[in-house]
């Protein structure tokens, strides 16, 4: 319950080039005031005519890095959902462009719950990439060995605007 209470309301952007994973975007943030985009150009017009609580951006297919650069100059927090593009150069890109988190897309069935978790970081100033290392890093580290450790992350958790 806690975390529809914190996703009732917010609004969001998810941009994704495939329907069906902006489908189940749609069905785990019910109660949250969604706004879809399916390509890099509709995506960009949303991004600087409106302010929104969170952007959820896919990497392939909608230029998620470009996007991300919009975004956090508009001091939009943002995450980084992929699948194809799950590789620590990827990651690291993330963090260095100023993303708050980076979720893997067979994360979607629990979806609500991690972007509950990333809006509570949020409204506390902080990025989610703690919480993200304790929750999933196991996960990573399997899927890149020692790159996983070479992962630099911010020195401060604090959301740099």
């Given at each position: 319950?806690?975390?529809?209470?914190?996703?009732?309301?917010?609004?969001?952007?998810?941009?994704?080039?495939?329907?069906?994973?902006?489908?189940?975007?749609?069905?785990?943030?019910?109660?949250?005031?969604?706004?879809?985009?399916?390509?890099?150009?509709?995506?960009?017009?949303?991004?600087?005519?409106?302010?929104?609580?969170?952007?959820?951006?896919?990497?392939?297919?909608?230029?998620?890095?470009?996007?991300?650069?919009?975004?956090?100059?508009?001091?939009?927090?943002?995450?980084?959902?992929?699948?194809?593009?799950?590789?620590?150069e990827s990651f690291q890109?993330?963090?260095?462009?100023?993303?708050?988190?980076?979720?893997?897309?067979?994360?979607?069935?629990?979806?609500?719950?991690?972007?509950?978790?990333?809006?509570?970081?949020?409204?506390?100033?902080?990025?989610?990439?703690?919480?993200?290392?304790?929750?999933?890093?196991?996960?990573?580290?399997?899927?890149?060995?020692?790159?996983?450790?070479?992962?630099?992350?911010?020195?401060?958790?604090?959301?740099?605007?």
């Open positions: 319950m806690a975390d529809q209470d914190i996703l009732s309301g917010k609004k969001i952007l998810a941009v994704d080039d495939e329907e069906d994973i902006l489908a189940v975007i749609e069905e785990q943030l019910e109660t949250c005031n969604l706004i879809t985009a399916r390509d890099y150009h509709r995506a960009k017009e949303l991004l600087e005519k409106d302010v929104y609580d969170l952007a959820v951006l896919d990497i392939m297919g909608v230029r998620g890095f470009e996007l991300l650069e919009i975004a956090t100059q508009r001091k939009i927090p943002s995450v980084i959902l992929t699948a194809h593009s799950m590789t620590p890109r993330a963090i260095d462009k100023g993303a708050v988190s980076f979720l893997p897309k067979d994360e979607l069935a629990r979806l609500s719950e991690l972007i509950a978790e990333i809006l509570g970081e949020v409204k506390e100033g902080r990025t989610h990439w703690e919480k993200l290392k304790v929750r999933l890093g196991h996960r990573f580290k399997e899927l890149w060995g020692t790159m996983w450790e070479e992962i630099k992350f911010p020195r401060d958790p604090n959301i740099s605007w």
